[in-house]
């Protein structure tokens, strides 16, 4: 099994700055990519930002260039550092991992994992 432990998050102002850590630990062989997701009461969850093996990111058009997504990938750790935030971006954030099993008979398995969340409360 593979657990993810998610910290940062908080109530904040209109404009104020947040950042979101994330690591993973447990029976992990590879990991892909980590990233966070937001969901908001009544919405459905939605991708913020992810960081591939290798470097590459991509993030939600509503970040805006407001987030930033960092991290190592071979150290299982993911940030998200989230600046000019508005209370659209209430929510609770998860952290997502696609990670690779240990290898074992000549096969890895590739499973989904998620934290359990952090919630982000923007208002005055």
């Known amino acids: 099994q593979v657990q993810l432990a998610e910290s940062g998050g908080g109530l904040v102002q209109p404009g104020g700055s947040l950042r979101l850590s994330c690591a993973a630990s447990g029976d992990i062989g590879s990991v892909y990519a980590m990233g966070w997701y937001r969901q908001a009461p009544g919405k459905e969850r939605e991708l913020v930002a992810k960081?591939?093996?290798?470097?590459?990111?991509n993030y939600a058009d509503f970040t805006k260039g407001r987030f930033t997504i960092s991290g190592d990938i071979a150290q299982h750790t993911v940030y998200l550092h989230m600046s000019d935030l508005i209370p659209e971006d209430t929510g609770t954030y998860l952290c997502?991992?696609?990670?690779?099993?240990?290898?074992?008979?000549?096969?890895?398995?590739?499973?989904?994992?998620w934290g359990q969340g952090t919630q982000v409360t923007v208002s005055s």
């Open positions: 997502h991992a696609h990670v690779g099993s240990p290898v074992q008979y000549g096969r890895v398995t590739w499973k989904d994992y």
């Open positions: 960081l591939v093996d290798g470097g590459s990111t």
